[in-house]
């Protein structure tokens, strides 16, 4: 803790708000050509900029390998063979809004059959033993050793979106239908 004496002269402090982000105004405007001009150049007529020596020149051919022209646009290539436009946001800067096409450039019908596979089908019956998932609200001071399902239980009744109802063994309905993705089969 410091210590303020009478004598003491303390300087105010001036806090000024700024009207955007601080490291907007800490970038000065200049018309230098974006980094990438070298490599856009080296791709288009296949020279290399003027006062390289060789270690520059192998450089410039290692990062142009990642790269391809189209017309007047950069790409960079990614691992999975996809083209990554690169003139847009160092050009144009991070645009306001984003306009998309929901990703209709992308296999959508084998991302789908993918994710579909992974999906486990559940059907529960009338009568059947389960056992409900435990969803911790409260920490539990066992920790990694609290008990992950609870139950037997029975099901009582099965709606068709998934919803079903459980009771206890002695008969004892619960009020509130438990999702059949919290459930599973219990085989005493």
């Not at 060789?54 to 950069?74: N, P, Q």
């Amino acid at each position: 803790m410091a210590s303020i004496s009478e004598g003491n002269i303390i300087e105010p402090l001036e806090i000024k708000v700024a009207k955007g982000p601080t490291h907007c105004n800490a970038i000065e405007a200049s018309e230098a050509k974006p980094w990438y001009e070298d490599i856009k150049n080296f791709l288009q007529t296949g020279q290399y900029p003027p006062f390289t020596d060789r270690r520059d020149r192998k450089k410039l051919r290692c990062l142009a390998i990642h790269y391809f022209l189209s017309g007047e646009i950069l790409y960079r290539r990614s691992f999975d063979s996809t083209l990554l436009r690169r003139d847009v946001i160092a050009r144009y800067g991070v645009p306001a809004t984003i306009i998309t096409d929901n990703a209709k450039n992308l296999n959508n019908k084998r991302m789908t059959q993918a994710f579909n596979a992974k999906v486990r089908h559940r059907e529960f019956s009338l009568g059947d033993l389960v056992l409900r998932k435990v969803l911790h609200v409260a920490p539990d001071s066992r920790g990694k050793f609290s008990y992950k399902y609870d139950g037997p239980f029975v099901v009582k009744e099965t709606f068709s979106g998934g919803a079903i109802i459980l009771s206890d063994m002695d008969g004892t309905e619960n009020a509130l239908p438990v999702n059949a993705d919290a459930i599973k089969k219990y085989y005493p």
